[in-house]
């Protein structure tokens, strides 16, 4: 096998993680009086967090790939339990309780084990009908969290994911906890030496599907284990925005990858997008250009940033770097003006990233639930709060030839400003994306994504 020597040394990610251990505590303190606030505001006394049901296909007997709760992951690691809850009541101790069925054709959840069992009181059921006996008695007390669907488990309890109460849980998780910062590293590196690999596979000559494969192997992560499913894009498939086909054969002529791969530590995401050339000056020194505008963006994040005018920016410094590599001509003014930088860049600058890929409670202006629209032609934009720390974002601009939106130019005043023959030298390689994930710190940020890299560095060996 071409990429075995990557593969074989691939790190065991399933052991405890000393570090994650002691942070573990405080991070369930902090969920915890999240959830008092909110509970407070509903005038509730219980939350019950339903992990989620199993999915079955219609007329079939075969289920989806399970997605956990998110509210549940942000309490404890299981990223695969179905049919389990977490009760929680102010003032005790939160109660896990874990569905274990007694089941002879799937494997089941093995038994709860590990640092996070210790905060809990685990209560291990057998059967469905079993879970009832650890809810609270008084349900007109309580508030379920989650998706029971129509043939879900009936726990009797009426108020269903109140709006009031998840608004406050969504602004709060848009903070992480130093126990959550702690997993996002780990989910980087993890990211870093698929992404190594993939690279190698990719100057090997690879199809989409074999640098998939190698990005697989590295990661260690079965399709459904990614976080979200990835882009392995050659050539002019880098122009497609989410791309997720993967072709067997190789193109008879390689040009370029666009590589946005992630993986995940205990339910928590990476999301990292990295552009190679194959060999070409031209598309090589657009990438350099790319990565430095990528790296003055991050410079500019710290704690009162607003990431709405951060977004806006990022255009005029894309508008300079257009002219700058002879694709357009013109000022920025007039290049944002006559949506130039919007055809060549049509998707926000970057999004929140937890326990989900594109974490909730972008566009909260509070926990109040009020919205903060994008900017006016800037509808993609997923996060418009202003930043504070122990925020986790991506940063990642892009730069395509997408023939539909630079076509749109064509008869407007914009088309003047588009150096057609540029244009046409630079579909064949599709595009260039660079994205990195970073915590927002009070003067600056920490880049995970390219301390990842440089602590992986192509030794794949911890
Ligand atoms: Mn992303």
Known sequence: MKHGMIMRMSADYSADIPELE???????????????HALDHVGASHAVIFSGM??????????????????FLSWVPLVAVPLSVIVYTPGAAPVLVYYQPHDYWHVVPGKPCGYWTESFDVRIVHTIADIAEHLPEEKDKCILIGEIGTNGPDFG???????KALN???????????????????????????????????REGSSEFDIHR????????????????????????GAVLHYTNLDRRPPKEIHSLLIDAGARIRGYASDITRTYSFGDARFDELIDRMHDMQMRITGKIRAGVNFSELHVESHRMLAELLVEARLAVGSPDALLASGVTAAFFPHGLGHLIGVQVHDVGGHMMDESGAVLDPPSGHPFLRLTRTLTENMVLTIEPGLYAIDILLDNLRGTPAEHHV?????????????????????????????????????VDGNVST
């Open 419 to 455: 150096n057609w023959d540029a244009v046409e030298w630079l579909r064949p390689f599709g595009g260039i994306r660079i994205e990195d994930d970073v915590r927002v710190t009070a003067d600056g940020c920490e880049n995970l994504t390219r301390n990842a890299f440089a602590s």
């Open 157 to 163: 309890i009426e108020r269903i994911n109140p709006t």
């Open 168 to 202: 406050m849980l969504h602004f709060a998780r848009g903070i992480k906890t130093g126990y959550e910062i702690a997993c996002m590293r780990l989910a980087s590196r993890r990211g870093a030496r698929g992404h190594i690999a993939a690279e190698a596979a990719f």
């Open 22 to 36: 002691k942070l573990y505590p405080d991070h369930i303190a902090t969920v915890s009086k999240r959830h008092d």
């Open 214 to 237: 190698a990005y697989c192997g590295a990661v260690s992560h079965t399709d459904n284990e990614l976080p979200y499913t990835n882009i392995i894009a050659l050539n002019q498939h």
């Open 54 to 71: 199993p999915k079955v296909a219609f007329l079939d007997d075969t289920q989806y790939p399970f997605i956990a709760n998110p509210h």
